[in-house]
């Protein structure tokens, strides 16, 4: 074995292959999609698979996971229950484990993000206000365990990747936020008992990277007619603005062309400061792919 036989080796993940659950996890109900929970449940085998790197990303999760179990206990806390099985509404889970702090069994969740996300995330209000759907769902992961467990507070530990670091995020119970949650259970497994497909969400980022998009076929707003006469207002300025437009992309290149031929630093120039600074950038290799896009182009008509 080379060494390129073993790069391949090590970085090889588990293959891929769709889940035929027939029942909801604790960990998809946050999802935002109604449509995509009833494909889970109803045709899994739709689904497209995922992609390598991400599987990659979920397998590095768990190991991240095991060095939180094992910093918890090097600081002599026990760890007890873990991965306990619960069941809610035909909604199944795992608890990554309960630990006891001054007398009270806490259910902990275990997450790990970048070190970017990781000082953005400083309380539990701000994984839910995420911008980003999937860190939003663990809220809702986590309230379902609390019920399960009886318990009134849960806490989430926050690992981030980069460092041997972790914060510690308490979760109280909302009972309001379970009670919508089982409204949205109830619609899903009521959708699948009747077969029919729930309304698809708004076209957004969420469509764009699901594994059901050729099931779901989702109409792109671009997809849609538009009345383009009422463009026209809008044409007839950028038509005006052209020339500056065209000025200032020469003038913007030459300065910085100049300006590159000096050493890295800050330099005032009456009121204006030149930041001339060094990015490094590593691109990683893209596999062969086509790609279908709509191109506009906008001209003037002949006389």
Wanted: charge should be neutral; charged fraction near 35%; include cysteine.
């Amino acid at each position: 074995m080379n060494f390129r036989e073993l790069e391949e080796r090590l970085n090889k993940v588990a293959s891929w292959r769709p889940s035929f659950s027939k029942t909801l996890r604790a960990s998809d109900v946050g999802h935002p999609c109604n449509r995509y929970l009833f494909y889970r449940l109803t045709c899994p085998e739709k689904e497209a698979p995922g992609d390598i790197d991400l599987r990659q990303v979920f397998e590095e999760g768990k190991e991240q996971e095991r060095i939180v179990l094992r910093m918890l206990l090097d600081a002599g806390v026990k760890v007890e229950g873990e991965e306990t099985a619960f069941e809610w509404m035909g909604v199944v889970g795992h608890v990554d484990g309960f630990i006891l702090l001054d007398g009270t069994r806490y259910p902990i969740e275990i997450k790990s993000v970048s070190p970017n996300v990781f000082e953005k995330f400083q309380t539990i209000d701000d994984i839910r206000k995420a911008r980003k759907w999937y860190y939003k769902k663990w809220f809702d992961q986590l309230q379902i365990y609390l019920l399960l467990t009886n318990s009134e507070v849960g806490l989430f530990f926050l690992k981030n990747k980069g460092r041997r670091q972790v914060r510690i995020l308490p979760v109280e119970i909302d009972l309001d936020h379970l009670v919508e949650l089982e409204k949205k259970v109830k619609a899903v497994y009521e959708a699948v008992r009747v077969k029919k497909e729930p309304d698809r969400i708004p076209y957004c980022d969420i469509c764009i990277d699901c594994g059901f998009i050729a099931t779901c076929q989702p109409t792109p707003p671009y997809d849609l007619p538009f009345d383009l006469t009422s463009l026209l207002p809008l044409i007839e300025e950028k038509a005006e603005l052209e020339g500056f437009y065209k000025r200032y992309q020469e003038l913007d290149k030459i300065i910085k062309d100049q300006a590159k031929r000096n050493p890295i630093g800050n330099y005032e120039i009456g009121r204006w400061v030149v930041e001339i600074s060094e990015v490094v950038r590593e691109e990683k290799p893209r596999p062969a792919q086509t790609i279908k896009f709509k191109m506009v182009k906008i001209y003037e008509k002949e006389a």
